[in-house]
């Protein structure tokens, strides 16, 4: 049975202005929804890579992937769900601190591996790398702690080599 699940989408493309919009505009014309996007451009800098996760079944992202193909700009589509690729994202935390919940802060922020970016006398900004799940955990053992704000890159993806 064909289920819906987090699809990871690369695509090559053609570094130029609108190329990105025509690519959301795409799946939004088709009723699919973005849930993250990492692009930036490749070694080769007429060109750049898109990662997107959408939930789709694998036949449906199939017919996305023939879409995107006849885009002008793409030059190519590969569905990463099923290939064995590194996945990671990274996500910026800002909390807030009182005298009360720093030491339970610092404590927190060394069991999870997080990176102090700025620590100042009410707030500090934090940041980690991992998994989407582990993100998604880290987030939720410091939601309690006094987060303020947020920024996820969204997933970052690539390919093993053999």
Partial sequence: MDKKKE??????VHNKP?????????LGGKGFNIESLCVDVTLNPDVSKIILTTIQTKST????????????????VE???DVETIKREMVLIRMNLTEASKSDVIRTVNTLNCKIITFNTDHCVLEYTG??????RVLEKLKALGVDDIARTGIAALERKN
């Fill in 7 to 12: 699809r990871i989408i690369s695509l090559l």
């Fill in 18 to 26: 609108d190329v990105l919009a025509r690519v959301a505009g795409t």
């Fill in 61 to 76: 992202v199939s017919k996305i992937e023939k879409q995107l193909e006849r885009l002008i700009d793409v030059v190519k």
């Fill in 79 to 81: 569905d990463l769900t």
């Fill in 131 to 136: 998994s989407k799940d582990e993100v998604d």
